[in-house]
């Protein structure tokens, strides 16, 4: 089956730094890959997807790249803020919804 | 306020007990979806229905089980079958055919 491996587990930066998370995944069949931020105590929220037929998205602050023959897309957050800490997940999804997300990134925002 | 509700927000269960988690959405989503959510670990699916009176296993079906008879709701049960229950437990819902899955806010599950 789908596999999604995320990588860093942990990452600190200082406010203002950008910060970058990295998927991987293993079925070429994926066409969808969202990213979601979930708050302590709270569910996640997607904060941005991209699908197979795009490269690149932007929203503001945050853009995500999807390189489909390496089969590996980034969540790219500039100019980082106390509030973009949280836990970001990572996932794709194949044969129709199965969604099969990585294991998490605590992101840590110093001031 | 449309959305996804799920309680309540925190859960004891005592040993043998069996016990339910709601989830009531108002969005007109026809899919439903149960994952599990363990400390350092992604989401695993539990269990999936993508229409009323419809329902799949996932990943990690075992000692849970779901009913599907009304659009809005995906009770969970988790029966004393499960051996290890305490986790997070979200609740999503998407349309048919969409990929955007959207999640409550969650209920936590602790043995006692």
């Known amino acids: 089956g789908e596999n999604v491996e995320q990588h860093p587990s942990t990452l600190s930066v200082q406010e203002g730094d950008s910060a970058v998370i990295k998927c991987t995944y293993s079925d070429s069949a994926s066409n969808y890959f969202p990213w979601y931020k979930q708050e302590l105590g709270k569910g996640p929220q997607l904060i941005i997807d991209?699908?197979?037929?795009?490269g690149e998205k932007k929203d503001q602050r945050i853009a995500v790249t999807l390189n489909k023959t390496a089969k590996h897309f980034s969540l790219h957050i500039t100019e980082t803020q106390p509030e973009d800490s949280a836990v970001y997940f990572c996932a794709a999804v194949y044969n129709n919804n199965d969604m099969r997300f990585g294991a998490g990134t605590r992101l840590t925002v110093k001031p | 306020d449309g959305g996804i509700t799920q309680s309540p927000k925190y859960l004891f269960r005592k040993e043998g007990q069996n016990v339910t988690l709601s989830c009531e959405q108002n969005l007109n989503h026809d899919a439903m979806y149960w994952y599990r959510q363990d400390p350092g670990q992604g989401l695993r699916l539990i269990y999936y229905s993508q229409i009323v009176n419809d329902f799949q296993k996932g990943d990690i079906a075992e000692g849970y089980s779901v009913s599907r008879e009304k659009k809005e709701s995906f009770p969970l049960t988790v029966t004393s079958a499960q051996k290890n229950p305490t986790a997070f437990y979200l609740c999503a819902s998407s349309q048919t055919g969409g990929n955007i899955q959207y999640f409550g806010a969650g209920t936590r599950l602790s043995v006692l």
């Open positions: 991209i699908r197979s037929n795009v």
